[in-house]
């Protein structure tokens, strides 16, 4: 599971989540535009709906911990480059020391099956359009509520 889903499911729970990616699916999967100003959408105004009765000590909880998730899936893509290296580092040194050959076989399976957790982590953060829509409508919809709303973050 990607990090923003993650974060979405935890703030607005799973039936919640579910509901949201429906209307995303209506509005912008199955649409030839996604043009338009983000509060028109249904998505933002049944988030706003939402979280506008919460107090603003909440909602800057929410920001915060909305930037963490961001910065968490920043790091994940960024530090994808050094687990690749070092996994065909790893395999070289071990092909190179010519161990016995099970070692070599159990060790390269090992290395293998942990790189392939971190791909498709890296992979399932990096293409997950729908939970990064989602996400960009719930920043607006907190930007809007603590006041920092511009010009910019209104248009999609």
Known sequence: MNVFRKCLKRQFGKTKYMSY??????EVLMSTSVKGKIEG?????????????????DIEEREKFLAETLYLAFQIGRKFS????????ANIVVLALQLNY?????????MGACF?????????NKYCFVDAY????????LDKLS???TDKVSKA
């Not at 050094?82 to 580092?89: H, T």
């Not at 392939?116 to 399932?124: C, G, M, R, T």
């Open 41 to 57: 959408k249904e998505i933002f105004k049944d988030m706003y709906d939402q979280l506008r009765v919460e107090s603003t000590k």
């Open 147 to 149: 006041g920092k709303q």
């Open 82 to 89: 050094a687990v690749f290296i070092f996994y065909v580092l």
């Open 102 to 110: 099970a070692v070599t076989c159990i060790s390269i399976a090992l």
């Open 134 to 141: 989602l996400i960009m409508i719930y920043k607006a919809v």
């Open 21 to 26: 990616v429906e209307m995303c699916e209506k």
């Open 116 to 124: 392939i957790y971190k791909l498709v982590e890296f992979l399932s």
